[in-house]
């Protein structure tokens, strides 16, 4: 079983912010020590696995992360790991590190969504490189997530009026038009209309339109 992030107010540190982690799974204990000595020494935390099943029954960091992973592993391969993590609906960047006869398996690894695969060995650079990448995608992909998380919050205090009326004004119907697709007067459109742009935050109509979108509200009847 894959355990899920542990909370943020067990895993962040004084000032609030939760730390990026690598998740380094490889069964050569010397390399392992070695990425481990690497990404410490440029500041970042670092978890250590000798197989997939070690991480499956680790909860995983709730900060930025990345796993840089060996294709070839005992009991559960890279790409078998890779597979079993995306049914999971767990979206960690993926580094995979690969021997110099895994190219076509590098190429399925890439094609099924890892970030990036490094040739054994590697320069230390490189590898700091490819890291530094995954950690930013992934706290960009949490941040679009955290959003649309709160969007979703803000949707569910509307009623279904004003929900209908927000699916109408992301289509570009004026008010007037609105009325006469749900058979209401145009000023209680109006009322609508301004009390769900409160209620979401929409400072305009364009970002109630932007927010509609992130949603993805269509216009009724769709």
Known sequence: MIRR???????????????????????????????????????TRVELF?????????????????LVLDIRLPEVSGLEFQTQLSKAGIHLPIIFMTGHGDIPMSVRAMKAGAVDFL????????????????????????????????????????????????????????????AGEMQLSEITVKIHRGRLMKKMGARTLADLVKMAGALGIDAPGK
Do not use: H, W, Y
């Open 5 to 43: 992030p542990v909370s943020p107010s067990q895993s962040q540190g004084n000032n609030g912010a939760v730390p990026p982690t690598v998740l380094v799974v490889d069964d050569d204990p010397s390399l392992r020590e070695a990425l481990s000595s690497l990404f410490r020494s440029v500041g």
């Open 50 to 66: 000798g197989s997939a099943p070690e991480l499956l029954n680790s909860r995983l960091p709730d900060g930025p992360s990345c």
């Open 119 to 178: 040739t054994k060995p590697f320069r230390d650079q490189d590898i700091l490189d490819a890291v530094a990448g995954a950690l930013e995608r992934d706290r960009q992909r949490r941040e679009r997530d955290r959003a649309l998380s709160d969007l979703q919050s803000l949707l569910r205090t509307l009623t279904p009026r004003e929900r209908e009326v927000m699916a109408f004004v992301a289509t570009g119907l004026m008010n007037k038009q609105i």
